[in-house]
């Protein structure tokens, strides 16, 4: 942004930042549903499975790790944790009520690590959205319609997806893109072109229907109309037109 800010040359920034997940507790969702799917996908030694991802490179396992041995969340694991730094593979990882304060709930992931909080008012989840930085997306499983609507209306986000996660970036027709601190303006498809298009405004007008009232002297009923007019009120153009106003 720097850089294109000298030529004033327009940008669109993807920054990201943490994207929450809130889970309403009246839809059908097993206690155990994480482990037995991630059991489903992986098997149990899911640092064997061919469908796990290698950790990108050595410097990203490390930072994960930090992650995992802070002592904050350390005693917080309920499933996987187990690593091979040889083969830069981390299980698919869930830690339970980890703090907010913990460096896991500070940075941004990119990883197989699933920090869960728990709050005792669904509400509440939409305080903690809130209470830190606009993210790029947010997610809300619910069947509750009501529940939908106060999420649409109450979170700022890039984006946001009912009863899915990050589908909305396979979409073309929607805009994808950051607010705040997770980003500037929006690409995907005709957004993209849009993007970096200048919006040039035209308009074509005859020689007729020119107005005196546009030019001095400005009289106290020319002023009158004017700020009717300005004002966009029928009754108020009408009412300074009879000098009732």
Known sequence: MAAAA??????VLELGGKSPVVV????????DSLKTELEKFYGKNPLESKDLSRIVNSNHFGRL????????????????G???????????????DVPRNSL????????PLLPIITVDKLEESFD????????????????NSKLKGQFVMNISAGGLVINDTALHLAINTLPFGGVGESGIGAYHGKFSFDA???????????????????Y??????KMRLLKALIGGGLLGIIRALFGLS
Do not use: Q, W
């Open 24 to 31: 309403d507790s009246n839809i059908d969702l097993k206690v």
């Open 104 to 111: 896991m709930m500070r940075e941004e992931i990119f990883g």
């Open 65 to 80: 790790i930090k992650l995992l041995d802070d002592e904050k969340v350390s005693g917080k694991i309920v499933f996987g």
């Open 128 to 143: 903690i959205i809130n209470s830190g930085t606009k993210p790029l997306a947010a997610y809300l499983f619910t069947t």
């Open 216 to 221: 001095p002297p400005y009289t106290n009923t």
């Open 82 to 96: 187990e690593k091979d730094e040889s083969k830069l593979r981390i299980s698919p990882t869930i830690l339970l």
């Open 196 to 214: 970096f298009s200048h919006k040039k405004a035209i308009l074509y007008r005859s020689f007729l229907g020119d107005v005196a009232i546009r």
């Open 6 to 11: 000298k030529h004033l040359t327009p940008v």
